[in-house]
């Protein structure tokens, strides 16, 4: 449409495009995109006062999730209502990446019990959400965690880490990261060949966005 109207310059950038530019269709965000459940406009315009009950609610579980010592249902619980809240409040995604609860989320998933790890894999794709999430959790740690769930994660766990690789990689600095880590490409294409259907999907849409990176 941008063009058809007329445009001869990117509109984010400015920069004039070539004569006849070359358009190829993003498929890894158009999953990311499919994958999210959008707010309805009943939802988006609720009181105020709840959307306070629901930051301070937040902050009851935040502070759950990372005292020194919590049991795995109380865990599990904090890290399941989290991921409700951060599928659709920005504010909130914002608040529980400054909290330092990414560290004990990155700890559940290195647990080995797989229901953690599926809930806190989920409220780290919703905190990949916010553009300026993506290269803090890179620089976190994040990236081993997802190979390792590659490879040896249950099936759902596997597709939320394939799926969670494609967010990330929107930046396309974290596509050099990415494919620059030991068996991170690798895993993906094992997972292409062995996996489930699902598996199968989000793994090649990750393939699919890393490899616009001529490296990789």
Known sequence: ????????????????????PSLIPNHAL???????????????SRPRTQQEHSQSQSQALISTLVSRS??????????SRLVRLTKRDSLIRRKVTESGAVRAALDCVDSGNQVL??????LLLNLSLEDDNKVGLVADGVIRRIVAVLRVGSPDCKAIAATLLTSLAVVEVNKATIG???DAISALVYLLRVGNDRERKESATALYALCSFPDN
């Open 1 to 20: 449409q941008w063009i058809d109207s007329g445009n001869r310059t990117c509109p984010i950038t400015k920069l004039p495009l070539s004569e006849n």
């Open 30 to 44: 158009r999953s990311l995109i499919s994958n999210f459940a959008h707010v309805s406009p009943k939802e988006s």
């Open 70 to 79: 919590p049991s795995n249902a109380s865990k599990l619980e904090s890290l």
């Open 117 to 122: 790890q599926e809930k806190s894999l989920s």
């Open 180 to 182: 620059s880590f030991p």
